[in-house]
């Protein structure tokens, strides 16, 4: 296996590579032949056990007012409670400064305002949000990563680029998993700590499921007064956060409580033991800021405090995954070849990504080189090679992603290879160069 290291052990790689020693870097080699059954020293299988929670990406769109902005952005949520944030933004003045942040609601909504770490702050203050701060080069490029010691939850949903000039937002990205199937999420409900004696037998449990038909919650509720009137709405935070938050709401501009603007699972047909259940069809399917149930006590119209609640929590997260297909460029013309092929590349909770290459088209029996490159194909031809770290200008192999194909009769490769490094949204391509070093074809990475 082709493995580069990790940030904390980058350097340390470099150093016994100039050594003359080996560092962990290998490749699983499909080449014809290859049985990849493990017996090689250098098919070493890639790590499976999760150090990342989740991680989320979106690409960059220009707002009203705003024209000739893209980009990538990324975000990875750690299990040691860290959250890193990373953009590459096109189409920027050069030599600009740019100021970023997460957002609380997402790119249809324009964003919303400021995602906050504690979100009883209502004032702006940069320590309670997530700023990322670039310049633009002089091709109009900015790019930037930024860790943060918190992390974020489900209401941070976009990233927006604002104006230097005015603050106006200029683009948007929404951040969003790679999950297409259905998604589920669950909780115990507990009563409040501040509940009164009365409420502070609540329990029961509660199943939010986003498919593709809209979102389906299921109720149950154990310990009710059956004197009493109840109400239960998914809310916009977490239980733990401002006793759940606000109301969630389709439509955050709304900001009047309007039930068909918001899920409200029924709490009626309590039974004499104090338990009932209900289900909720919406055709609306839930953002990730649905985040907990909260069971309100109806005193009166104006009085209906919190009583009890329940995250609702996802127990598992997908990979990203971005696929392409070979375009042939310039130089592969010129050398009368018609590239074809397919490229894969996912981005593992076990904080690695693993990149698969085929081509047809090339010369036979021959050695090409490919490489992860840092901009789309029609932008620079791909751009330079994506780095692990960006301040290292010489390409170094363990400071970025390497493929090798080796063709056979017919002029087709393949070469699978992962790293200990989970790339950034800006790794979005693959070029394939002959030995020339020229650019033979290349692979969007979507």
Known sequence: ?????????LFTALFLSAAGCTVGVGSIDQ??????????????????TPVLQSILSGTFSPLAGFTGIGGRAQMVRTLQGKTQVDVQIRGLTPGLAYTAHVHAASCAFQGGGHYKIDPAVLDALPENELYIEMTATADGIGATQVEYDHLTRGEALAIVIHNPADGAKMACADLVPDDDA????????????????????????????RDG??????????????????????HAEPCGVTDGGGHYKMDPTVIDPVEANELWPAVTAIDAGGAMSSTLDSPHKARYDA??????????????PKVACADLTRTSWPAIGTTGTATTMAAGTSAGLTISGNATMSRTLAGITQVTLNASGLAP??????????LPCSVQDGGGHYKFDSSIADPVETNEIWL??????SGTGTDSVWVNHTARGEAQSIVI???????LACYDLN
């Open 365 to 374: 029996d021959t050695d090409y080189s490919a490489h992860v490159h840092n």
């Open 433 to 439: 160069h002959d030995a020339d070093k020229n650019r």
């Open 1 to 9: 296996m082709r493995q580069a290291s990790t940030w904390s052990a």
């Open 291 to 304: 985040q907990s149930l909260v069971v309100h006590r109806v005193v009166d119209a104006a009085t209906k």
């Open 213 to 234: 038909t809209g979102t389906h919650v299921s109720l149950s509720l154990t310990g009710l007064d059956p004197a009493l009137t109840y109400g239960a709405h998914i």
């Open 31 to 48: 080449d014809p032949g290859d049985d990849d059954d493990g017996t090689d020293p250098g098919d070493d299988p890639p790590p499976t």
């Open 404 to 409: 090798k194909l080796s063709t056979d009769a």
């Open 182 to 209: 259905a998604v589920e999420a669950s909780g115990t409900i507990a009563p409040f700590a501040q509940a009164e004696a009365g409420d502070q037998g609540i329990g029961g449990s509660v199943t939010l499921m």
